[in-house]
């Protein structure tokens, strides 16, 4: 079993999740008392934030760092327990000698595998508004739709006002349900939940078209490749 080094703390709400399926799925498949070897670097997200609206040089040198780190402290594959953290994928694997297992590339095969062609994006203003998960997803032939900009705006503040401090509120699950009813109006026929705190609040059964828990899937992902003999 290799050892998966999770950079966390984007939110710590969510790294929780990657702690626990990662663990809960090693025992699920090694059985007895088995659970996962994990390196955690968890950061402190207040900082992180204030050198991405600063200094996003900074901020990437700042993730590098982190990662070279949980790397040097035994770990032999990385996560990046963020969607959003993925934007800066590209400049933080040259500079680290271990895999880094992908949330979007690991979301977009499940969407692959149900057959989906258009599907709704719903994450942080930057993960929406970014071309990532678009790029990547059209290679397939698969479309993505996002919110219109005043949902856009909704999302952003429900997630970092809210989940981030583990609030769950009533009134934003049902917003948060509306937009997805929209999308689906729209023509998409999955959901992608593309910031890790979103899970918090929507469930699959909640909802009746797929939806794509990034936490889980990546998680699973992160279980997959440490166990590869």
């Not at 026929?189 to 609040?201: A, D, S, V």
């Given at each position: 079993?290799?050892?998966?080094?999770?950079?966390?703390?984007?939110?710590?709400?969510?790294?929780?999740?990657?702690?626990?399926?990662?663990?809960?799925?090693?025992?699920?498949?090694?059985?007895?008392?088995?659970?996962?070897?994990?390196?955690?670097?968890?950061?402190?997200?207040?900082?992180?934030?204030?050198?991405?609206?600063?200094?996003?040089?900074?901020?990437?040198?700042?993730?590098?760092?982190?990662?070279?780190?949980?790397?040097?402290?035994?770990?032999?594959?990385?996560?990046?327990?963020?969607?959003?953290?993925?934007?800066?994928?590209?400049?933080?694997?040259?500079?680290?000698?271990?895999?880094?297992?992908?949330?979007?590339d690991a979301t977009v095969r499940k969407i692959i595998e149900k057959g989906i062609t258009r599907v709704g994006l719903l994450g942080t203003r930057i993960t929406m508004e970014n071309d990532n998960y678009r790029c990547q997803l059209a290679k397939y032939g698969i479309e993505t739709i996002i919110p219109d900009e005043t949902d856009r705006e909704?999302?952003?503040?429900?997630?970092?006002?809210?989940?981030?401090?583990?609030?769950?509120?009533?009134?934003?699950?049902?917003?948060?349900?509306?937009?997805?009813?929209?999308?689906?109006?729209?023509?998409?026929?999955?959901?992608?939940?593309?910031?890790?705190?979103?899970?918090?609040?929507?469930?699959?059964?909640?909802?009746?078209?797929?939806?794509?828990?990034?936490?889980?899937?990546?998680?699973?992902?992160?279980?997959?490749?440490?166990?590869?003999?």
């Open positions: 079993m290799k050892t998966i080094g999770l950079i966390g703390g984007m939110s710590w709400q969510s790294t929780i999740d990657y702690y626990r399926f990662i663990n809960q799925e090693v025992n699920n498949r090694l059985g007895g008392t088995h659970s996962a070897r994990i390196v955690l670097y968890s950061v402190d997200f207040e900082e992180l934030m204030n050198l991405f609206r600063n200094d996003p040089d900074g901020m990437i040198a700042y993730l590098v760092m982190v990662c070279k780190k949980t790397e040097k402290s035994g770990a032999e594959i990385l996560l990046l327990c963020s969607n959003t953290a993925h934007l800066f994928a590209d400049a933080i694997i040259p500079n680290i000698n271990i895999p880094l297992v992908h949330i979007i909704l999302i952003e503040t429900i997630i970092f006002n809210e989940l981030f401090a583990g609030i769950i509120n009533i009134d934003s699950k049902q917003r948060f349900l509306s937009i997805i009813e929209n999308l689906t109006a729209k023509g998409a026929g999955g959901i992608i939940l593309g910031c890790t705190e979103i899970p918090l609040l929507i469930k699959q059964e909640d909802v009746l078209i797929p939806v794509f828990d990034t936490t889980h899937i990546h998680s699973m992902a992160a279980v997959d490749a440490a166990l590869i003999v």
